[in-house]
């Protein structure tokens, strides 16, 4: 069964540093999608990608966040200067059409 | 204000307890209603899409429900690998994004 991949599980990094949390999504999906869950908190949409570019973003997704599909398989979250508030699971997603998604395992992200 | 709530926080049942568990919304218009269920450390695992009030879905042991306040997810016979957090997320007509409540968490116990 098609599944969306993850890497990596779990990444440690020092504040103010930059990560970049990677996504293979389903093949034949157009729609991919980021979010994020804060420990005991709820899941926490990030941005929606369609047609290679940003089609949605919350208030959360500033300048400090980018994506990216750099090729036909691979979809990237990038965060520049890391900030111990970015402790959190992220999520990868995707569709075929706009609404209910596959999710990945998530990448365990720690900001020390 | 909570646009998406789901109750009971948790709920602990006997293998073989039907139960439901509830996720209210109040949005202006909606899309759709997803149920997702997620076990400790894990993504969310899709279940089902809701588009209209009276549709009803069924997997299994589930059923999902909806009305134009809510829905309810039915779960019959439970059994012990039932046992995971399950989370409503709701779809604006304005948008595509997902809202999502905090979930119930569901044990089964043998």
């Known amino acids: 069964e098609p599944e969306v991949t993850q890497t990596p599980s779990h990444q440690v990094t020092q504040m103010g540093q930059e990560v970049i949390l990677r996504c293979v999504p389903i093949?034949?999906?157009?729609?991919f999608y980021w979010y994020r869950q804060i420990l005991g908190q709820k899941v926490e949409f990030l941005v929606s990608?369609?047609?290679?570019?940003?089609?949605?973003k919350s208030e959360i997704f500033d300048d400090q966040f980018s994506v990216e599909r750099p090729d036909g398989s691979n979809f990237t979250l990038k965060i520049r200067s890391t900030k111990l508030e970015d402790s959190a699971m992220y999520f990868c997603?995707?569709?075929?059409?706009?609404?209910?998604?596959?999710f990945g395992q998530g990448t365990r992200l720690t900001v020390v | 204000e909570d646009q998406v709530t789901q109750s009971p926080e948790a709920l602990r049942l006997q293998e073989g307890e039907s139960s439901s568990l509830n996720c209210s919304y109040t949005?202006?218009?909606?899309?759709?209603l997803f149920w997702y269920r997620q076990d400790p450390g894990k993504g969310p695992e899709f279940l089902f899409t809701?588009?209209?009030?009276?549709e009803e879905k069924e997997k299994e042991r589930l059923k999902a429900t909806l009305t134009k306040k809510e829905s309810f997810l039915h779960i019959t016979a439970p059994k012990p690998e039932d046992s995971a957090t399950y989370l409503c997320?709701?779809?604006?007509?304005?948008?595509?994004?997902?809202?999502w409540g905090a979930g119930t968490k569901l044990i089964i116990k043998p």
């Open positions: 997603a995707s569709s075929r059409t706009p609404g209910g998604a596959f």
């Open positions: 093949s034949n999906h157009l729609y």
């Open positions: 990608f369609y047609n290679n570019e940003i089609s949605e």
């Open positions: 949005v202006s218009g909606l899309r759709g």
């Open positions: 809701l588009y209209s009030a009276g």
């Open positions: 997320a709701v779809q604006e007509d304005s948008n595509y994004q997902l809202i």
